[in-house]
Nanobody, 125 residues
Framework: QLQLVESGGGLVQAGGSLRLSCTAS????????IGWFRQAPGKEREGVAC????????TLAPSVRERFTISRDNGKNVVFLEMNRLEREDSAVYLC??????????????????WGQGTQVTVSS
């Protein structure tokens, strides 16, 4: 069974950058679209970005579209989220999950399964 593990979070000043990784084990990522979500305390899980199984579809939430980039390396079984010009509002636990198929249909948490435990991102002013 596919297991996903997020890494790369940390504390960063506003305006800084981080690169998150979503690494798979137990199975291959190449058959699935992968999404990044985030959840701040007391808030709903929010979709951030999604990438199709072969990197052919990219979806980014409007709030991050000009600052974040999603990419994948199927040979290494990993999906990245490059985050630039971070803002305090980006502080959250970031999680990745997979879809049931190869395409990103919508950034809804109900479309994704096999969530990892998440990695904390904290942006200080």
């Amino acid at each position: 069974q596919l297991q996903l593990v997020e890494s790369g979070g940390g504390l960063v000043q506003a305006g800084g950058s981080l690169r998150l990784s979503c690494t798979a084990s137990g199975s291959t990522l190449e058959n699935y679209a992968i999404g990044w979500f985030r959840q701040a305390p007391g808030k709903e899980r929010e979709g951030v970005a999604c990438i199709g199984a072969i990197g052919h579809m990219l979806t980014l939430a409007p709030s991050v579209r000009e600052r974040f980039t999603i990419s994948r390396d199927n040979g290494k079984n990993v999906v990245f989220l490059e985050m630039n010009r971070l803002e305090r509002e980006d502080s959250a636990v970031y999680l990745c999950g997979r879809t049931h198929g190869q395409f990103c249909s919508q950034l809804s948490k109900y479309e994704f399964v096999d969530w990892g435990q998440g990695t904390q991102v904290t942006v200080s002013s």
